[in-house]
Structure formats: structure tokens, C-alpha cells
């Protein structure tokens, strides 16, 4: 079962395994050294599923300052790779921000080596590539969820 929840619904033991597979992902396994757990986690919606008491697939929605909302930290558990989890998180975080931000423009900086994926869900490149957090990223962007109403 997916869960989406923000920050103050979060269990300990949820955000316990939350943080330990990101870090173990994005900052050991890329070996990249970063704050991984910042100020974006206290407004963010946390998406994920829990399988065999382990988080198998996660990532964080939230607003911008901008005025856009954006993805981030997806991740799919290693143990849990090759089952199609990192579609169906990605149908489950397009579902959440219609129904919680369907009207702003969705803006992510994703990891170059995953633009395609994010191409698949509708999302655009824009502009050149560009290293954040010593990884090579890409802005991509996708209209909000939501029509306007014809009025």
C-alpha cells in the first residue's frame, strides 16, 4: 500500500527507514557528500511503500518558493529494483500532486542519467545540463495536473 503523509504524520520508525535509504543511496552509493536531510523535508508530502517492513520505493513532493511544486529524493529501495515500483511511485506522486498542488507547474532538477524516465511522465527538458550537489543534474519541467476551468 502506498502512504503519503507529511512530516508531522510521519512515525519515528518510518522516518527512520525514509532517511536510511536516501543516505544510502544519494550520499553513499553515489558517493556524493551533501546535507541529504534538509529544511524541505519539515513541508513536504513524503510518498512511499513499505514492503517486508523496509521503505521499497520513496519520494517528496513539495511547493517552491517560486510558485511551482517539485520531486524530489525519488528513490527505489535496491532490494526491491526491477518489480516496476519506480513507475507505480511515480503514478502515485503525479496522483498526490493533483490532488494537493494540481494547480502549479511541476519543476525538478533530476539526475541527468534518469531524464528519459522523466520524459515518460510527461516531463520537458530545459535548457543544458548543469552540476548540483557534484552530480550532473537537468531542469525539467511539466504543466500543472489540473485544466483551468472554462469559464
Do not use: C
Not at 40 to 45: G, N, P, S, T, V
Not at 46 to 51: A, E, G, L, Q, T
Not at 101 to 113: R, S, T, V
Not at 121 to 138: K, M, N, R, V
Amino acid at each position: 500500500m502506498w502512504t503519503v503523509k507529511s512530516f508531522s504524520e510521519l512515525t519515528a520508525t518510518e522516518l527512520h527507514a525514509i532517511l536510511k535509504l536516501r543516505v544510502a543511496i544519494f550520499v553513499v552509493a553515489q558517493n556524493r557528500v551533501y546535507q541529504e536531510v534538509d529544511d524541505d523535508d519539515l513541508k513536504a508530502r513524503h510518498i512511499f511503500k513499505v514492503v517486508d517492513g523496509q521503505v521499497a520505493a520513496y519520494a517528496r513532493i513539495f511547493e517552491t518558493p517560486d510558485g511551482a511544486v517539485t520531486i524530489g529524493r525519488v528513490v527505489t529501495n535496491p532490494a526491491f529494483r526491477g518489480q516496476g515500483l519506480g513507475s507505480e511511485l511515480m503514478t502515485q506522486v503525479m496522483a498526490a500532486i493533483k490532488q494537493y498542488y494540481g494547480d502549479l507547474p511541476i519543476k525538478i532538477n533530476a539526475q541527468e542519467q534518469v531524464e528519459g524516465y522523466y520524459q515518460k511522465f510527461g516531463f520537458e527538458t530545459q535548457g543544458a545540463p548543469f552540476t548540483y550537489h557534484s552530480t550532473p543534474h537537468i531542469l525539467m519541467t511539466h504543466a500543472a495536473m489540473n485544466e483551468p476551468s472554462k469559464s
